[in-house]
């Protein structure tokens, strides 16, 4: 076993630094996959290649392994490779020192708070005997064991302790092959055969010191509904601010938390006296002292006009969140929404966002925030029957890895019931801090109170992800090995996510794709048996042949190649003229509500620069990579 498992560098953006050899041609094109038209053949390099200046191995000198290359020749066993798809290119390499990467499918850690941590194995064989084991949970936990002792056994790697948070410090875990596995109780598991893609180490920090926790800092946002009735809700929320305020300012803690407060109401279009949509009435600032929130935040009032409607632009507010607030510098970031009614949907022409609540809960995600969410179950909701509907919304919305969904109800809706609520939550979250800082604070929290099992997994997720970044963790080099996509021992709790690296392009590609089927089943909606007809007429017009889009009678190939065989289930990719008219107006309409939300997160994804990495020494913007969330698939 290599020393130790965690201890390897990953890939950051800028690659290899070795030089193009010289004499090779530029802008070239790369040789196709068997049977595709847009999808490129790539190779990873094994350990021991070697990189020669022609066909017949002149030249030949060490080049990394784990390397992605694109295959622009093939002759006398050899690869003629380049890590562009416009050239340069950059050698021979010998084809049985290489692996075909046919998928762009990548593995990336979730958070290992509330979950064990994941085990790369060395045979297919032993990973899928411990997945269908009556005992995996103990099996799993004896192989972690052991693997920590000196005693590695068939585990290849561990995952590391720390979070290794691909968004932040990129790395590429490839996926082979993904293999289901149905277990006899619970989800069923995908096996996956990955393979390590290291690089230099980076000139990354030196690893934090002991004392890195004290340095830990966390801001709460509260993302207030302002509308009529809501005023004793922020009069209580203001009061809990205060409150915790004056108890930990004069507290060595006071340096490691702040506050911030968003508030939002609805569309101005059709009732301009709400005043404004979002309205940012403080962010955290640890420029300033602690209580600097309270002025700040002392003049917040709820609309003295009505909405248009019971449900609010909730999203709005937490897209105001999401852009407003320097998240980068807190650790601990944590957002709370309160309100009494559901949130608009993408669909809805009074939506200024146009998000859906999975689209609203990706982006949260890449900048690692834990969105909670208090519902006040007020008897105006229950009479507007918007209670069962909100619900649905927010659980989905406050999906937090292992500690599921951060959602809150509060029973009767009254500002009596709801003041312990937002107390409990924010005191709970401060308390946690405290203790990660090792900073205690006398008084914080009621002799014998409970924790939270909710907030201490997200406290524990925000330590994890803090360190990860502090002392720059790295993926392990794993070289060839199996793993899961889900906890052995919990298989509800997810070790991996399975991603695809689309570049720039292919994601524009597939939006133009999608932006196609929107345009062509809005003008259908009054004529749906047209639907297919002007598909054909739209994609025929930028096809390279024409005549192929004919004869495709589902969807799922107009899409785009690199999402072909992908272990997920897309809501349009098997859709005919038959279905689609089968379905009626209503599904089609969600289905195209769907699309129109993929499109505004797509939007979301291109406008973040800090989103997109370069592999090797590629300055082209389009062939700039970002690793797609399946979840975030059409």
């Given at each position: 076993m290599r020393k130790p498992f965690w201890l390897i560098a990953c890939l950051l953006a800028g690659g290899?630094?070795?030089?193009?050899?010289?004499?090779?041609?530029?802008?070239?094109?790369?040789?196709?996959?068997?049977?595709?038209?847009?999808?490129?053949?790539?190779?990873?390099?094994?350990?021991?290649?070697?990189?020669?200046?022609?066909?017949?191995?002149?030249?030949?000198?060490?080049?990394?392994?784990?390397?992605?290359?694109?295959?622009?020749?093939?002759?006398?066993?050899?690869?003629?490779?380049g890590r562009g798809m416009a050239g340069p290119t950059f050698g021979w390499i010998e084809e049985s020192h290489t692996i075909a990467w046919s998928h762009a499918m990548i593995a990336a850690f979730t958070n290992p708070a509330g979950r064990s941590r994941a085990l790369f194995l060395d045979t297919a064989e032993h990973e899928q005997a411990m997945l269908t084991a009556n005992d995996s949970a103990q099996q799993a936990d004896h192989l972690l064991s052991s693997a920590l002792s000196g005693k590695p056994g068939s585990v290849v790697a561990l995952e590391p302790e720390n979070y290794v948070d691909i968004t932040k410090n990129f790395y590429l875990l490839p996926i082979?092959?993904?293999?289901?596995?149905?277990?006899?109780?619970?989800?069923?598991?995908?096996?996956?055969?990955?393979?390590?893609?290291?690089?230099?180490?980076?000139?990354?920090?030196?690893?934090?010191?002991?004392?890195?926790?004290?340095?830990?800092?966390a801001a709460l946002v509260f993302v207030i509904d302002t509308t009529a009735s809501m005023q004793p809700y922020i009069d209580q929320t203001r009061a809990a601010i205060g409150d915790i305020v004056h108890t930990v300012q004069n507290t060595a803690v006071s340096q490691n938390f702040r506050f911030g407060l968003i508030a939002y109401r609805?569309?101005?279009?059709?009732?301009?006296?709400?005043?404004?949509?979002t309205k940012v009435y403080a962010t955290p600032d640890l420029a300033q002292p602690i209580d600097a929130v309270l002025p700040a935040i002392a003049g917040v009032r709820d609309a003295q006009v009505s909405s248009s409607s019971f449900d609010e632009d909730?999203?709005?507010?937490?897209?105001?969140?999401?852009?407003?607030?320097?998240?980068?510098?807190?650790?601990?970031?944590?957002?709370?929404?309160?309100?009494?009614?559901?949130?608009?949907?993408?669909?809805?022409?009074?939506?200024?966002?146009?998000?859906?609540?999975?689209?609203?809960?990706?982006?949260?995600?890449?900048?690692?925030?834990?969105?909670?969410?208090?519902?006040?179950?007020?008897?105006?909701?229950?009479?507007?029957?918007?209670?069962?509907?909100?619900?649905?919304?927010?659980?989905?919305?406050?999906?937090?890895?292992?500690?599921?969904?951060?959602?809150?109800?509060?029973?009767?809706?009254?500002?009596?019931?709801?003041?312990?609520?937002?107390?409990?939550?924010?005191?709970?979250?401060?308390?946690?801090?405290?203790?990660?800082?090792?900073?205690?604070?006398?008084?914080?929290?009621?002799?014998?109170?409970?924790?939270?099992?909710?907030?201490?997994?997200?406290?524990?997720?925000m330590r994890l992800a803090y360190l990860g970044r502090e002392q720059n963790t790295a993926a392990p080099d794993v070289v060839e090995s199996y793993t899961a996509d889900r906890d052995p021992a919990d298989a509800l709790h997810k070790a991996l996510d399975i991603r695809v690296l689309l570049t720039r392009n292919q994601l524009s590609d597939l939006a133009a794709s999608l932006k196609n089927i929107l345009d062509a089943g809005i003008a259908g909606r009054t004529t749906p048996e047209t639907f297919f007809t002007q598909l054909q007429s739209a994609?025929?017009?930028?096809?390279?042949?024409?005549?192929?889009?004919?004869?495709?009678?589902?969807?799922?190939?107009?899409?785009?190649?690199?999402?072909?065989?992908?272990?997920?289930?897309?809501?349009?990719?098997?859709?005919?003229?038959?279905?689609?008219?089968?379905?009626?107006?209503?599904?089609?309409?969600?289905?195209?509500?769907?699309?129109?939300?993929?499109?505004?997160?797509?939007?979301?994804?291109?406008?973040?620069?800090?989103?997109?990495?370069?592999?090797?020494?590629?300055?082209d913007q389009g062939e700039a990579v970002y690793p797609v969330p399946l979840e975030a698939l059409p």
């Open positions: 290899m630094s070795q030089t193009v050899p010289h004499g090779f041609a530029a802008d070239l094109t790369p040789l196709l996959q068997p049977g595709k038209h847009s999808l490129y053949q790539r190779i990873i390099t094994r350990p021991g290649a070697m990189v020669a200046t022609d066909a017949k191995g002149t030249g030949a000198k060490p080049v990394d392994g784990f390397e992605v290359f694109y295959v622009f020749s093939r002759e006398n066993g050899r690869v003629l490779v082979l092959e993904a293999t289901t596995i149905d277990r006899e109780s619970g989800p069923s598991v995908h096996m996956l055969h990955v393979i390590s893609a290291p690089s230099v180490p980076s000139e990354g920090r030196p690893p934090a010191s002991p004392e890195a926790l004290r340095k830990f800092r609805d569309s101005l279009a059709d009732t301009p006296g709400l005043e404004y949509t909730a999203v709005a507010g937490v897209r105001a969140a999401i852009d407003n607030i320097k998240w980068d510098q807190f650790g601990g970031r944590y957002m709370v929404l309160i309100t009494d009614a559901g949130a608009r949907g993408s669909e809805d022409p009074h939506s200024v966002t146009h998000l859906g609540i999975e689209e609203a809960r990706q982006l949260a995600a890449t900048k690692g925030i834990a969105l909670f969410v208090v519902h006040l179950l007020t008897p105006a909701g229950d009479a507007a029957h918007d209670h069962a509907h909100a619900a649905s919304q927010y659980r989905a919305l406050s999906k937090f890895g292992t500690a599921g969904s951060l959602y809150y109800p509060v029973a009767g809706g009254s500002p009596e019931a709801f003041r312990p609520v937002v107390q409990s939550l924010s005191t709970s979250l401060l308390q946690q801090v405290a203790d990660t800082t090792g900073r205690p604070v006398a008084g914080l929290t009621p002799e014998g109170m409970k924790v939270d099992p909710k907030t201490a997994v997200v406290s524990q997720a994609f025929a017009a930028t096809a390279r042949n024409p005549s192929e889009i004919r004869h495709i009678d589902k969807l799922g190939p107009l899409l785009g190649e690199y999402l072909d065989g992908l272990p997920y289930k897309s809501d349009i990719a098997s859709i005919t003229q038959d279905s689609w008219l089968a379905m009626g107006a209503i599904a089609q309409r969600t289905i195209l509500n769907n699309i129109e939300s993929r499109l505004r997160l797509y939007e979301e994804y291109e406008a973040r620069p800090d989103l997109w990495v370069h592999l090797g020494h590629s300055e």
